[in-house]
């Protein structure tokens, strides 16, 4: 194995369905269940049921004023990028603000207030809807906020790759790095999927689980039974820095991200290719990266969304590129699909794994479809020796992204 010494993660930053805070998700990803529930915002639609994070209180967790501002995936961004800034040991009141960036993945605009808003339109009361309502929903909004509250002056942009917008943007963080543009990162992701617009039209779509009358059995990735999967939230932020700077500050690093493969499978606007053909050429590429052959490939963080078709499409991809893949594990079955954000999530849930030399376990998983013919972690966490990993994601649109990290 040889490569490019890669880019350090220097901090993490969570705010999932599993609790608010780095650890408090990984302590819930480590019971081995899911976090589902009926949801009374959701109340009268065909699926009623989400992973929504329980705890997070706008008006709370930041100051009142703001909180009233902001909408929900904001609101969850700032959270995260401000512990993954302090758990990178970094102070916004010194930094080189010129020379920090910021990139945050967000898969639409936000609907958290627009159905008010439409209603008001439709009753013919345009003067009522709120003068703020674009402001606090387009999909910049979480970056920009974020820069603002870290006075972070650098590089500041959201990317939309649907579903695989988080690790997106952490690629596109590290290649800011290597650029020069910047010397240091806040990259991630961040989306509020559990709302009315979103639930009704995944619906329609075919893509969430049915099984309302059983919301923590319902997200299954990669099981036999799977049919959809579960509407989630969250936040993830990734603290990124050049491995020589990381080190002339003497800052812990959590990981090494090695390397970053993206692709596009011109496919179809909403279905994988069914043979994996972006999936692989992003593995390929991540690999190629990362210097790696795939036998270094010690663990699969699997984007596994639970749909019949996603989780056959990944199967295959991963027999292609590997002889044999290595053990893979899917967090969507605990904490559901946050859309935009769960490319981070899964990302520095990757490191978190590789730090602990434990792979959590898939939630839900009775038996694995034996189509697939995975070895997919289940019931219980898997202490192993790991040095490296690998993190996908996959989206609309045929949005491939692939991340590849190792042990400091």
């Not at 009374?40 to 709370?60: E, Q």
């Not at 499978?265 to 052959?293: E, I, M, N």
């Not at 946050?338 to 520095?348: R, V």
């Amino acid at each position: 194995m040889s490569g490019p010494a890669g880019i350090a993660v220097t901090g993490l930053g969570l705010v999932t369905p599993g609790g608010i805070g780095t650890a408090a998700t990984w302590d819930t990803l480590l019971t081995g269940r899911s976090t589902a529930r009926r949801d009374p915002l959701l109340s009268g639609l065909p699926v009623d049921i989400s992973c929504r994070v329980a705890d997070f209180d706008p008006l709370r967790q930041l100051d009142p004023r703001l909180g009233r501002r902001l909408d929900r995936f904001t609101a969850m961004a700032l959270v995260a990028a401000r512990e993954a800034v302090a758990d990178a040991d970094l102070d916004p009141a010194s930094w080189p603000a010129s020379r920090v960036a910021v990139v945050i993945g967000v898969g639409t605009a936000s609907m958290e207030q627009y159905e008010a808003e439409f209603h008001k339109l439709a009753a013919g009361l345009p003067t009522k809807i709120s003068p703020i309502a674009i402001s606090r929903s387009v999909p910049n909004m979480a970056a920009g906020e974020v820069g603002m509250d870290l006075d972070a002056r650098g590089p500041n942009l959201a990317v939309s790759t649907a579903c695989a917008s988080g690790a997106t943007a952490l690629g596109v963080a590290r290649d800011l790095l290597r650029t020069g543009s910047c010397d240091i990162v806040v990259a991630g992701g961040s989306e509020s999927g559990c709302t009315r617009v979103p639930a009704a039209c995944f619906h329609q779509m075919q893509a969430l689980s049915r099984r309302v009358d059983d919301p923590q059995g319902a997200s299954r990735p990669f099981d036999a039974d799977r049919d959809g999967f579960v509407l989630a939230e969250g936040a993830g932020m990734l603290v990124l820095e050049r491995l020589a700077d990381a080190a002339a500050r003497r800052a812990p690093v959590r990981a090494r991200l090695t390397g970053y493969g993206a692709s596009c499978d011109a496919f179809h606007f909403a279905a994988p290719h069914p043979d994996g053909d972006g999936a692989v050429a992003a593995l390929r590429t991540a690999l190629a990266d990362a210097g790696w052959h795939p036998s270094d490939v010690d663990h699969v963080n699997a984007h596994g969304t639970g749909t019949r078709l996603n989780d056959s499409a990944e199967a295959r991809a991963l027999h292609r590129v590997f002889d044999r893949p290595p053990p893979v594990t899917a967090l969507k079955g605990a904490l559901g699909h946050s859309l935009g954000a769960t490319g981070a999530i899964e990302a520095a849930c990757t490191v978190l794994t590789l730090q602990h030399q434990l792979i959590p376990p898939t939630a839900n998983l009775d038996r694995v479809d034996p189509d697939l013919d995975l070895d997919v972690v289940a019931k219980a966490p898997r202490p192993a020796r790991l040095k490296t990993a690998i993190s996908e994601s996959f989206g609309f649109g045929g949005q491939n992204a692939v991340l590849a990290f190792a042990v400091p």
